[in-house]
């Protein structure tokens, strides 16, 4: 973890040979947040209570890397308790913001060390189930990427007339656009 963005107490309790870190995840779904952390107790940071989870599993690394790349994880949580399936079925999760932090319990009053940076504010992805009949076991896993997913993606409404559809049933405007030769340019003289 670069110290860029960590403040002097991070950078101090990150350097120690003997640290507690702890990761704070933030999801927002339909305009309210629910908070939850990795740690082996509830976390109170920023008005904000995260209960700790006990069938968390853990996140995929997080790679850092100074090219135009597109930061990706997955969430992984226990399936084998079904409130957790029911949650992922009954919430829409794509494009949702997820934001996780990494913190630092102090070793000295095991309290949260102020300012938890934020090692990835990104968009969900549709929740995977997996499961293995013959060990038992089932894991929740939502893929995350960084905001920065979409750049690349042109903005507004496509000229066709599958999409006219969408928006306007019965509309005949942009039936036989496909079949058209010329490059239209909008706008252009």
């Given at each position: 973890?670069?110290?860029?963005?960590?403040?002097?107490?991070?950078?101090?309790?990150?350097?120690?040979?003997?640290?507690?870190?702890v990761h704070l995840f933030e999801l927002y779904l339909d305009g309210?947040?629910?908070?939850?952390?990795?740690?082996?107790?509830?976390?109170?940071?920023?008005?904000?209570?995260?209960?700790?989870?006990?069938?968390?599993?853990?996140?995929?690394?997080?790679?850092?890397?100074?090219?135009?790349?597109?930061?990706?994880?997955?969430?992984?949580?226990?399936?084998?308790?079904?409130?957790?399936?029911?949650?992922?079925?009954?919430?829409?999760y794509i494009d949702r913001r997820l934001v996780i932090r990494k913190?630092?319990?102090?070793?000295?009053?095991?309290?949260?060390?102020?300012?938890?940076?934020?090692?990835?504010?990104?968009?969900?992805?549709?929740?995977?189930?997996?499961?293995?009949?013959?060990?038992?076991?089932?894991?929740?896993?939502?893929?995350?990427?960084?905001?920065?997913?979409?750049?690349?993606?042109?903005?507004?409404?496509?000229?066709?007339?599958?999409e006219q559809q969408i928006w306007f049933p019965g509309d005949l405007?942009?039936?036989?656009?496909?079949?058209?030769?010329?490059?239209?340019?909008?706008?252009?003289?």
């Amino acid at each position: 973890m670069s110290g860029r963005g960590a403040s002097q107490a991070v950078q101090a309790e990150a350097a120690k040979p003997s640290s507690q870190p702890v990761h704070l995840f933030e999801l927002y779904l339909d305009g309210a947040a629910t908070y939850a952390t990795d740690a082996y107790r509830e976390i109170v940071w920023n008005g904000n209570t995260y209960p700790a989870v006990g069938h968390f599993i853990g996140f995929d690394q997080i790679e850092e890397t100074a090219d135009l790349k597109v930061s990706q994880t997955a969430v992984v949580l226990s399936g084998v308790d079904q409130s957790e399936i029911a949650g992922v079925l009954t919430h829409n999760y794509i494009d949702r913001r997820l934001v996780i932090r990494k913190a630092f319990l102090s070793t000295l009053d095991d309290t949260v060390i102020i300012d938890p940076i934020s090692i990835l504010d990104g968009r969900c992805d549709a929740p995977v189930i997996e499961e293995d009949p013959d060990s038992g076991t089932c894991t929740v896993s939502v893929p995350v990427s960084s905001h920065w997913i979409d750049f690349e993606r042109t903005p507004g409404r496509h000229t066709n007339h599958d999409e006219q559809q969408i928006w306007f049933p019965g509309d005949l405007g942009f039936e036989f656009v496909s079949r058209l030769n010329k490059d239209i340019k909008w706008g252009a003289k």
